[in-house]
C-alpha cells in the first residue's frame, strides 16, 4: 500500500523560507513522476511544480519560478519542495502526489496523479 506524507508547512513571515518534505513508502520511488499541488480555501487545486521519473525534467508554476526548487532524494524515499521568499498568496494546503504510471514525465493534472499525501498547511500573513 503506497503512503505518502507530508511535513514541513508552517506559519512564515512574507520573505521567509520553509522546506517541505514528503516521504513516499509502498513504492519503487525512482519509478515515479511526482510533484507537489497546493490549494487555497474556495479555490481548486493547482500545480506547484513536477518532475519526471528521472528528475531531469521538472515544471514549475509561474506563480513560483525563482523561488520554489523542487528536489528529490531516492536513497531516502523523500521528495522536497523548498520554498524561499514566501508571498501571502502562497497560502494553502500543499499536497505532494505521484503519478499513476511507471516511467512518465512531469504533468500539471490532477487526474494524472495516483496517489496524495494528507496535506501540509503552509500560512504566510499579509
Known amino acids: 500500500q503506497v503512503h505518502l506524507v507530508e511535513s514541513g508547512g508552517g506559519l512564515v513571515q512574507a520573505g521567509g523560507s520553509l522546506r517541505l518534505s514528503c516521504v513516499a513508502s509502498?513504492?519503487?520511488?525512482?519509478?515515479?513522476?511526482m510533484g507537489w499541488f497546493r490549494q487555497a480555501p474556495g479555490q481548486e487545486r493547482e500545480v506547484v511544480a513536477s518532475?519526471?521519473?528521472?528528475?531531469?525534467?521538472?515544471y514549475y508554476a509561474d506563480s513560483v519560478k525563482g523561488r520554489f526548487t523542487l528536489s528529490r532524494d531516492t536513497g531516502k524515499n523523500t521528495m522536497y519542495l523548498q520554498m524561499n521568499n514566501l508571498k501571502p498568496e502562497d497560502t494553502a494546503v500543499y499536497y505532494c502526489a505521484v503519478r499513476k504510471n511507471f516511467y512518465s514525465t512531469y504533468s500539471i493534472q490532477t487526474t494524472d496523479y495516483a496517489y496524495w499525501g494528507q496535506g501540509t498547511q503552509v500560512t504566510v500573513p499579509s
Open positions: 509502498g513504492l519503487t520511488f525512482n519509478r515515479y513522476a
Open positions: 518532475m519526471s521519473w528521472r528528475s531531469t525534467s521538472t
